[in-house]
């Protein structure tokens, strides 16, 4: 018998509740009856990004978001700042390219983040720069970011704060209005247990006002247009209905547990997952550990790839190896969206299967006891 477990930062877990929304029949978006859903979903939106802008929806992955957002308040030649940790800290400085600007892509040290005092310099160096563009949760190294250290520097300028927030929003604390962050872009496939497809783009007042000078060229993801859509309460296009109808689900789901709750939860889960993998000998790889995916460097002596394949392979548990260059030199346990304890417990027990079968020497048992101790103790 297989049954699967997806220990993955996304696509994540699909709660059985939200996929049976998913499920209904479909509805028409031009119809009355679309509207107060589409209105619930908003106001949920509002909520897990903690703002009172309304959120642009769009039928995309996490990448869509970032390039609605950054083609929406920027025109070709724009100076743009992109800080570089991870494959997905390049993306940024990739769609800039794209789209004609000029980006100052800051390479930092993978496994570390950037701090804030560096981003104040590169602002100081580049005062025509017409925004910063960060990642939160930088997936490809588990590094998490100080986006509200990083805000305070940035809203003091005239660049716009874009965050990337794809793995990290409503797992980690992110209170847009209250840091001041500018843009923040999320994909549906990670902590909103749902399946991939739609991707979000929240906004601060500035940024809604400078989207309506930017000219970059644009056309399905045109943020203007998107703009302009939300006041009727509805998308330019079809939207991903079943799609919407599952987020109204898992945003009522998300709503009742809280956030915060939320947040603890993926911090006590990610500690489990550390202090499991820790007592077995291994190593963590980032120097600033996110709570939305663990690295953790492939042990001396051990084929790399074969721990992810083993235990998707023969356990049916599906963990994410190293991108880039890290390809088999880590391996990354996430506990993101719709996971508990018994999930993290399963994780570190499979694990330890796997690792005896590769031949790593450890005390037989020990990552699973460090793991629940972190859910026995006060
Ligand atoms: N940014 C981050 C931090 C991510 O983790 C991901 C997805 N792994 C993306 C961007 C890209 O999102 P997508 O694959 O949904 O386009």
Not at 177 to 203: C, H, I, N, R, Y
Not at 215 to 222: L, N
Not at 328 to 342: E, P, Q, S, V
């Amino acid at each position: 018998m297989e049954k699967r477990l997806l220990l993955t930062p996304g696509p994540t877990m699909v709660p059985p509740e939200v996929a049976a929304a998913e499920a209904q029949p479909i509805i028409h978006h031009r119809a009355p009856e679309f509207d107060p859903i589409f209105m619930r979903v908003q106001e949920g939106l509002q909520y897990v990004f903690q703002t009172k802008n309304p959120v642009v929806i769009l039928a995309s992955s996490g990448t869509g978001a970032m390039e609605c957002a950054l083609t929406g308040v920027c025109s070709p030649g724009d100076k743009v700042i992109c800080i570089e940790g991870g494959k997905f800290g390049e993306r940024w400085g990739e769609i800039a390219k794209a789209f004609g600007m000029n980006p100052i892509r800051e390479a930092v040290e993978w496994g570390t983040s950037v701090q804030p005092d560096r981003i104040k310099e590169l602002l100081e160096e580049n005062p025509d720069a017409k925004a910063v563009c960060i990642t939160h949760c930088e997936t490809s190294t588990g590094v998490l970011t100080d986006v509200k250290a990083i805000a305070d520097v940035v809203s003091k300028t005239d660049a716009l704060l874009l965050v990337d927030a794809v793995s990290s929003l409503g797992a980690e604390e992110l209170r847009m209005d209250e840091w001041k962050v500018d843009m923040v872009v999320t994909g549906s496939q990670k902590a909103l247990m749902l399946p991939p497809g739609l991707a979000f783009v929240a906004l601060s007042q500035r940024a809604i006002e400078r989207s309506q000078k930017a000219t970059c060229a644009s056309y399905y993801f045109s943020l203007k247009k998107y703009l302009k859509n939300l006041e009727k309460k509805t998308t330019p296009y079809t939207p991903a209905i079943s799609l919407i109808l599952a987020l109204e689900k898992s945003l009522e789901m998300i709503k009742k547990e809280g956030l915060e709750n939320i947040w603890a939860r993926h911090a006590k889960l990610s500690s489990a997952i550390q202090a499991g993998v820790q007592a077995l000998g291994l190593k963590i790889y980032s120097q600033v550990a996110s709570h939305v995916v663990t690295p953790i460097w492939v042990p001396e002596g051990i084929e790399g790839k074969a721990i992810p394949k083993k235990l998707r392979d023969k356990y049916g548990v599906t963990i994410a190896g190293g991108q880039a260059q890290l390809e088999g030199k880590i391996i990354r346990i996430a506990t993101l969206g719709y996971a508990t304890l018994f999930d993290a417990t399963t994780g570190i027990c499979a694990l330890e299967i796997v690792l005896k079968e590769l031949g790593y020497k450890f005390e037989e048992g020990a990552g699973i006891r460090a793991a629940l101790k972190v859910f026995m103790e006060k």
